[in-house]
């Protein structure tokens, strides 16, 4: 991964084709595929790197809008719709993701705010 674009409001991922500069703002959620990660964007659009989840918890940690909220998934706590109480967020452009539960106090906690 390359060092975080000087732009608060921006994030730079890299691969072995080169990089990509995503807006925090455009990312829903990522989720665990294997060693893999996808990150599901705006419009409907998926990337998928080479990289477990953990290491894109280690470059979104700074921002609070993202949340890790189960093992296999990160959500973009701005895209957050619903949640019901078994553990399943509804998300922007229909997506869901999930929340464990060693998640779910600083998840819930995040929204009584």
Do not use: W
């Amino acid at each position: 991964m390359l060092p975080q674009y000087q732009n608060s409001d921006k994030i730079t991922l890299s691969d072995s084709f080169g990089f990509t500069i995503l807006e925090k703002k455009e990312i829903i959620k990522l989720e665990a595929n294997g060693n893999y990660t996808d990150i599901y964007l705006l419009g409907n659009r998926k990337l998928r790197y080479c990289r477990i989840i953990k290491e894109f918890e280690d470059i979104l940690r700074p921002y609070e809008s993202f949340k890790r909220t189960h093992r296999s998934y990160i959500v973009n706590l701005d895209h957050v719709k619903t949640f019901s109480n078994k553990g399943i967020i509804e998300l922007t452009e229909d997506q869901i993701a999930y929340v464990g539960d060693s998640f779910k106090d600083e998840f819930i906690s995040y929204f009584k705010h």
